[in-house]
């Protein structure tokens, strides 16, 4: 006789503000430069915060509230589109 274990992925989902807005602690914040951009979205799909959405003109926007600077989307950014920039000097 036998019995099944329900199997339980751990799957993490990203949600916005899950962790509460940044506060001045960041260090460097993401800039795009929208010429560059090719709107591919890897920087959406990467992004831990889920804090990048399309904007009204189709590219794609960070909410600097939330976003905590960690570079993901720069890296993973194909065109080079996304700068990396001090917070303080
Ligand atoms: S720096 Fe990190 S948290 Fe901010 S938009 Fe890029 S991937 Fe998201
Ligand atoms: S990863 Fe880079 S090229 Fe792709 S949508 Fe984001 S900013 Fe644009």
């Known amino acids: 006789m036998g019995f099944e274990v ?14 509460g807005e940044t506060g001045l602690w960041r260090v460097e ?8 951009c ?3 979205w890897l920087c959406w799909l990467y992004c831990p915060e889920e804090v990048i959405s399309e904007g009204e003109n189709g590219f794609p ?3 600097l509230s939330y976003c905590k600077g960690c ?7 194909p065109a ?4 990396m920039v001090r917070e303080y000097g």
Do not use: H, M, W, Y
């Open 6 to 19: 329900p199997i339980v992925l751990p799957i993490s989902k990203p949600r916005k503000g899950s962790s």
């Open 29 to 36: 914040r993401p800039i795009i430069n929208e010429s560059k």
């Open 38 to 40: 090719i709107k591919c």
């Open 61 to 63: 926007v960070i909410d």
């Open 71 to 77: 570079g993901v989307c720069a890296d993973v950014c």
């Open 80 to 83: 080079k589109a996304i700068e």
